[in-house]
């Protein structure tokens, strides 16, 4: 990678489209090779996996991954189960077996109706790009009130910070309850106004996400 153009946040490098990988680094997803030479075809951070380079976009709508937390919102309601939008492709879908619920057939609104929210594990993906939540995991719940946050999924683990500590501060300096998904959406609940001192934490982190001293800032926002 060009050290022109490369940063550093996190502990990750950001590169740039075209940005050159080391000669020693195997080109994986998010990457291009061009005379023989490795270079990133997108603005992402970097990550090593099995001796392979890959480049995660910054932006982008989310992939899911199975055992990802996530914020689902429900979008649809049937007769057995409840599609759910995660922010990918597709939207993700919770069976009533799912739950820990008896969901009476033709009955699931009375338990989850549309725009309502949970954190809920991605448990089944498949070849076609198909995907499944579930509310049977530790910590997954139906989400009642609060308030929702969007960023890039990229910029989720900038949120969470190192061993929670980002989160961990926001919570303490606003007394809100925050889940994090690993799709980018961020459910805040709280007295109203520390919500909204709490998302505006959680967008200054989303915007400023590959900026050093990040946490300092945060801190000072919240003082």
Not at 132 to 145: E, I, P, S
Request: aromatic residues 6%; neutral net charge.
């Amino acid at each position: 990678m060009t050290k022109s153009s490369s940063k550093q946040a996190s502990g990750r490098s950001v590169l740039l489209p075209g940005d050159k990988l080391a000669a020693d680094q195997k080109a994986g997803s998010g990457t291009f090779r061009r005379d023989g030479e490795a270079h990133a075809a997108v603005l992402g951070f970097s990550s090593e996996s099995s001796g392979y380079t890959n480049i995660q976009p910054i932006s982008g709508r989310y992939s899911p991954r199975v055992g990802d937390k996530v914020v689902a919102v429900c979008v649809e309601t049937g007769p057995s189960l409840w599609r759910m939008d995660i922010g990918a492709f597709q939207n993700s879908m919770l069976h009533h077996s799912e739950t820990d619920w008896k969901v009476d057939f033709g009955d699931t609104a009375s338990f989850i109706s549309i725009g309502d929210a949970a954190l809920a594990e991605v448990y089944m993906v498949d070849g076609s790009g198909s995907h499944q939540v579930t509310l049977k995991k530790d910590d997954c719940r139906k989400l009642y009130a609060g308030t929702i946050v969007h960023v890039a999924p990229t910029c989720v683990n900038r949120v969470i910070g190192k061993q929670g500590s980002m989160i961990t501060l926001i919570r303490e300096k606003t007394g809100c309850r925050i889940q994090a998904g690993q799709n980018g959406l961020i459910w805040i609940d709280g007295e109203p106004d520390q919500i909204a001192r709490a998302q505006q934490a959680v967008e200054t982190i989303s915007r400023e996400a590959t900026s050093s001293g990040l946490t300092e800032k945060i801190e000072k926002l919240l003082e």
